[in-house]
């Protein structure tokens, strides 16, 4: 993973960016990574020592060797290197150096020491052939691992992955992060939001009063000595949430007091299609599909589309709506179906509704998580659907007229108790 060391940065008003890459400059990367893909192509077989010499001449000035060192690290890091050492190769290295040393302190003074006829006299006591011996005496050290397989076959591929590592490499020195989503899709999101606890980051999800939301992400790092185990987990996250639809990223420097680095929405546009690649094509739930291509067939009042939106649990949770299922006159109710495999998402809604979420929201809970529908009582703007196997678009538009119903009765309530009132106060 490319370092800050080898990453310029650029004063922009209260925050420090990538130095920018003008079109001369691109043209000038893409040829220096095109050379160092085609370099190492022709190395696969040799040693990392040989590969760097063979990359040694890359750039002239300060400036292009530092871009020749960090595309060939992120070369390296992508590619397969094999060590053929091992325990076997420090004790033999040992016991020739000892040998050594011993023939050197018998010989008579002023015999020359002849490294050759060492080395031979050693491999026959081994029963060891003397050139095998002296090909894998540093076997054990990076610089003799050898190249197994590329990591790139082209100069543009090595380019976008080292652009993408410029954003880690200041990740890596960061204590803080937040991450602001526009119009995130809801399966990255959630796999963003799953990456963060696996990680086990400490973060706050934020709901927008429009569809975005904003994530502050903090690592005990903050509070203790400097480290780099926190911000390597937020370096390994960028793809994630540049996938899930982050449009800035500002990170507290960890060795620049009261300086920041910001990612801006341009930047990120530009390394989407990579962070794509690494992270995978975000599959989309095929219950989702099916209930959205059958809903129509049942000509109601309602219509469904995908969600963007993301729904404040009252400081619960978060809920990251699939669908969005919308009456003729215009009411809303989000639909969000829970994951197979953990019982107490289900509860955290629950509570959020307890605690007074008014945006209906209809929940589709398996069976298997054994949570039961009458845990949300029939008067509450959100509901649990509770299916068998499969979601059945019928029962999905019988919950939406129930909860309709909920909601026409609370907008009445709300409508007619002001002129209640009005109507008490006169004479």
Same mark, same amino acid.
């Given at each position: 993973?490319?370092?800050?060391?080898?990453?310029?940065?650029?004063?922009?008003?209260?925050?420090?960016?990538?130095?920018?890459?003008?079109?001369?400059?691109?043209?000038?990367?893409?040829?220096?990574?095109?050379?160092?893909?085609?370099?190492?192509?022709?190395?696969?077989?040799?040693?990392r020592g040989e590969l760097e010499l063979l990359r040694a001449a890359e750039g002239e000035s300060q400036r292009e060797k530092l871009f020749a060192k960090g595309l060939a690290v992120v070369f390296d890091?992508?590619?397969?290197?094999?060590?053929?050492?091992?325990?076997?190769?420090?004790?033999?290295?040992?016991?020739?150096?000892?040998?050594?040393?011993?023939?050197?302190?018998?010989?008579?003074?002023?015999?020359?020491?002849?490294?050759?006829?060492?080395?031979?006299?050693?491999?026959?006591?081994?029963?060891?052939?003397?050139?095998?011996?002296?090909?894998? /005496?540093?076997? &054990?050290?990076?610089?003799? %691992?050898?190249?197994?397989? @590329?990591?790139?076959? !082209? #100069? *543009?591929?090595?380019?976008?992955?080292?652009?993408?590592?410029?954003?880690?490499?200041?990740?890596?020195?960061?204590?803080?992060?937040?991450?602001?989503?526009?119009?995130?899709?809801?399966?990255?999101?959630?796999?963003?939001?799953?990456?963060?606890?696996?990680?086990?980051?400490?973060?706050?999800?934020?709901?927008?009063?429009?569809?975005?939301?904003?994530?502050?992400?903090?690592?005990?790092?903050?509070?203790?000595?400097?480290?780099?185990?926190?911000?390597?987990?937020?370096?390994?996250?960028?793809?994630?949430?540049?996938?899930?639809?982050?449009?800035?990223?500002?990170?507290?420097?960890?060795?620049?007091?009261?300086?920041?680095? /910001?990612?801006? &929405?341009?930047?990120?546009? %530009?390394?989407?299609?990579? @962070?794509?690649?690494? !992270? #995978? *094509?975000?599959?989309?739930?095929?219950?989702?599909?099916?209930?959205?291509?059958?809903?129509?067939?049942?000509?109601?009042?309602?219509?469904?589309?995908?969600?963007?939106?993301?729904?404040?649990?009252?400081?619960?949770?978060?809920?990251?709506?699939?669908?969005?299922?919308?009456?003729?006159?215009?009411?809303?109710?989000?639909?969000?179906?829970?994951?197979?495999?953990?019982?107490?998402?289900?509860?955290?809604?629950?509570?959020?509704?307890?605690?007074?979420?008014?945006?209906?929201?209809?929940?589709?809970?398996?069976?298997?998580?054994r949570v039961s529908r009458e845990a949300l009582p029939k008067e509450a703007p959100s509901a649990l659907y509770v299916f068998k196997g499969t979601l059945r678009p019928k029962l999905v538009l019988d919950?939406?007229e129930r909860l309709a119903e909920v909601c026409d009765a609370r907008e009445r309530v709300t409508i007619q108790t002001p002129k209640a009132r009005a109507s008490r106060k006169r004479p």
């Open positions: 993973m490319l370092t800050a060391d080898l990453v310029r940065l650029r004063k922009k008003g209260d925050h420090h960016v990538l130095e920018g890459l003008g079109d001369e400059t691109r043209r000038a990367l893409l040829e220096m990574a095109a050379r160092i893909v085609d370099v190492g192509l022709a190395s696969v077989g040799r040693t890091d992508a590619s397969t290197f094999e060590g053929g050492g091992g325990e076997a190769t420090v004790g033999r290295r040992l016991a020739l150096f000892e040998y050594a040393a011993r023939r050197r302190k018998e010989d008579a003074a002023g015999d020359v020491f002849e490294r050759t006829e060492v080395l031979e006299s050693f491999a026959r006591a081994q029963g060891l052939d003397a050139e095998s011996v002296d090909r894998d /005496l540093y076997a &054990d050290r990076k610089r003799e %691992e050898r190249l197994i397989a @590329a990591g790139f076959s !082209t #100069g *543009e591929a090595l380019v976008a992955r080292w652009e993408l590592g410029r954003v880690q490499a200041f990740l890596l020195r960061s204590t803080a992060i937040t991450i602001e989503l526009g119009h995130p899709e809801p399966n990255a999101l959630r796999k963003l939001l799953r990456a963060l606890k696996f990680q086990q980051l400490l973060h706050v999800v934020e709901v927008n009063a429009g569809a975005g939301a904003v994530i502050r992400i903090d690592g005990a790092s903050s509070l203790f000595d400097p480290t780099t185990k926190y911000g390597l987990r937020y370096a390994l996250l960028v793809p994630a949430m540049i996938v899930a639809g982050a449009t800035r990223i500002v990170a507290d420097l960890k060795l620049r007091p009261k300086r920041s680095f /910001l990612v801006d &929405d341009v930047t990120l546009r %530009e390394l989407s299609d990579e @962070a794509t690649r690494l !992270t #995978g *094509e975000v599959p989309a739930r095929a219950e989702v599909d099916d209930l959205l291509e059958r809903f129509p067939a049942l000509a109601s009042r309602w219509t469904a589309a995908r969600s963007t939106r993301l729904i404040d649990l009252v400081g619960v949770t978060v809920c990251v709506p699939d669908l969005e299922f919308v009456r003729d006159d215009g009411l809303r109710i989000a639909f969000e179906l829970l994951g197979y495999w953990n019982r107490s998402a289900a509860w955290a809604r629950v509570e959020a509704v307890e605690k007074g979420l008014s945006e209906p929201v209809l929940f589709a809970v398996s069976e298997r998580l919950h939406l």
